[in-house]
């Protein structure tokens, strides 16, 4: 058995913290062999609520749960963690638009980074809370020496989306299809590129030969899921988040598949697809030995570039909304 990590965890006591700490403590992410320290940071209204998740986590018995902390101080949360969970973010409320929304969390983010230059020395943060990509740039830019590359936001989720919709329209299951990667932002815009994705090792368009279903449905779908469950279920995906954060963090901690890659947004600096510098894009990577390689061979068409583009385009403009905020 390996000595514990410390996993830190913000807006514990939501609906994708709540999902997500049962996932974890069962070994879901790190395997079998590596036990944990939860370390749980919540709003300080939040810490009763807190109090009972962590009975429930102790009732469960985990053995490979070697220890809960909670607190609503980022910097203790954070001190000594070795991968963060940063979670906790206002939700988008009636009326909202998207800019409403990066401000709002913007803030919350400034802090977080600042939180994480302080108190972790060796970490890698993956931003779920949304907008996650433009609250990744701003954690960066707070978090000083902390490396780039180690402040991720999540696209993961898009990415399993798109193989669910891959597998279902084949009559596959999701495991069947690889090379599934998501470009540009978390958004409506994001390109999900369907024509290097694999399934059962064959070209996903000579399996699905049908230019019009990938075109009116699945680049259609794919980016417009989540509205479709908050449609559907009253409120926005948690559960499906929580297993994506899951997926990413295990990833980087157990490595890509020989021939695979995923999607993570990182820092771009301007080399990869035509992306412009300074902002948290999605790109196709691979992990190896815990370090991050973005995979920049992949050649597309010229509709293909321009989708690409158009949600880097996204990006920066979402950057300059919060200009302020990133010193």
């Known amino acids: ?148 590359d180690r402040i991720h936001a999540m696209t993961r989720l898009d990415e399993n989306r798109a193989k669910s919709q891959l597998a279902s329209k084949a009559g596959v299951t999701p495991g069947q299809v690889t090379r599934m990667a998501i470009y540009g932002n978390h958004s409506p815009s994001m390109f999900p590129d369907y024509n290097h994705a694999l399934i059962g090792g064959k070209p996903a368009t000579d399996v699905i030969d049908d230019e019009a279903w990938f075109q009116e449905h699945f680049m259609k779908k794919v980016p417009t899921r989540g509205k479709a469950i908050i449609q559907a279920r009253g409120a926005s995906s948690a559960a499906s988040a929580a297993s994506a ?29 035509g992306i412009p510098e300074g902002i948290v894009c999605s790109v196709p990577c691979t992990v190896r030995n815990r370090v991050v390689t973005v995979v920049d061979d992949v050649q597309h068409v010229a509709w293909a570039e321009g989708k690409i583009a158009v949600s880097a385009d996204d990006l920066v403009n979402e950057r300059a909304a919060v200009a302020d905020l990133l010193g």
């Open 1 to 148: 058995m390996n000595a514990p990590i410390n996993v830190a965890v913000t807006g514990a006591a939501g609906n994708i913290g709540y999902a997500l700490l049962f996932r974890l403590a069962s070994g879901s992410c790190y395997g079998p062999n590596q036990p944990i320290r939860l370390q749980l940071l919540e709003i300080t209204p939040a810490l009763k609520a807190l109090e009972g998740v962590v009975m429930e986590l102790n009732d469960g018995a985990f053995p490979l749960l070697h220890g809960i902390d909670i607190t609503d101080d980022a910097n203790v949360a954070f001190n000594g963690a070795n991968h963060a969970f940063l979670v906790g973010a206002r939700p988008r409320g009636p009326g909202m638009v998207r800019a409403d929304l990066i401000r709002a969390n913007g803030p919350i983010f400034v802090g977080q980074g600042q939180a994480l230059q302080k108190a972790a020395d060796d970490i890698q943060a993956l931003v779920v809370g949304n907008p996650a990509n433009t609250n990744a740039l701003i954690a960066i830019h707070s978090a000083g020496d902390v490396p780039r």
């Open 245 to 273: 954060a899951v997926d990413h963090m295990a990833t980087l901690w157990h490595g890509t598949p020989d021939g695979d890659y995923t999607s993570i947004s990182l820092y771009q600096d301007g080399s990869h697809y």
